[in-house]
């Protein structure tokens, strides 16, 4: 089954990058400004548009998500965030995986998260993200 | 074998995109400023770090490149734009299609296309893309 994959490099410590990542106040920073509900193993985050359970959420080191309703899509797909330290950043190993099918709303969206962890980026070391609804748009309507 | 996948909207005719695409000019405006060589098919074009085959152009619907060297990982893979016009835009579906296994120079190169391809949509639609070595640097060091 394809996966999307990205990677940043963020010039902060991974325990920096895992706040943005693994808290609902972090998330709404870069991914979505009305995320609610709570971030902590077996709880679901909701993104509006998706929920989101919590797989796993070690500090420093590893978000993973299951998609539990949104886009039929997303439905059962894995989100992953591997954080590693290495010249001077942290890296975020980025992989949304478990799609049934390379659709063009894959294609749409891989290009999405490059925008949303160069956002998660923004966050980090400049203190100001670009989430939705105030997220860089890639098509006309987006 | 995994392929890198993404889609923007660009708010000009296929005809327009495809002059950036498929010609060394316009391939200079948004991808690698130093690009040489022959953008008809069977030629090869030269980026400096890489060279494609040009293996089809069709003017306003598709281009597509084999690497004929380059890094390692690349050498054998298939570039693909593909161009639809829909609801005031022209889509470009692109893919990276043809590496042996999801490396981390997988995910960085799949978060970089996607920058181009924002560079590629700067420059049809603000005539000034972000082509290296003034591109989007994505981690330190980039």
């Keep these: ?4 994959l990205h990677r940043v490099g963020i010039a902060a410590r991974p ?7 693994g808290t609902v106040d972090g998330l709404r920073g870069w991914w979505v400004s009305e995320t609610t509900g709570g971030s902590r ?3 679901v985050i909701d993104f509006g548009f998706c929920q989101m359970k919590v797989v796993e959420s070690t500090p ?3 978000i993973h998500w299951q998609c539990v309703s949104g886009p039929d899509e ?7 965030f591997d954080l590693a330290f290495k010249d001077d ?3 975020v190993l980025f992989r949304h995986a478990g799609w049934k ?5 894959m294609h749409h969206c891989s290009t999405k998260w ?3 962890l160069l956002s998660l980026r923004d966050l980090v070391e400049k203190g100001k993200g670009g989430p939705a609804p105030h997220d860089l748009k890639i098509h006309v309507g987006d």
Tied chains: 1, 2.
């Design 114 to 116: 490059a925008t949303f």
């Design 1 to 4: 089954m394809p996966d999307i």
């Design 101 to 105: 099918e390379p659709v063009e709303f």
């Design 89 to 91: 950043q942290t890296f």
């Design 15 to 21: 325990e920096r990058v895992y706040e943005a990542l």
């Design 74 to 80: 997303w439905v059962g797909t894995e989100v992953i």
């Design 60 to 62: 420093g080191r590893r």
């Design 41 to 43: 193993v077996g709880e």
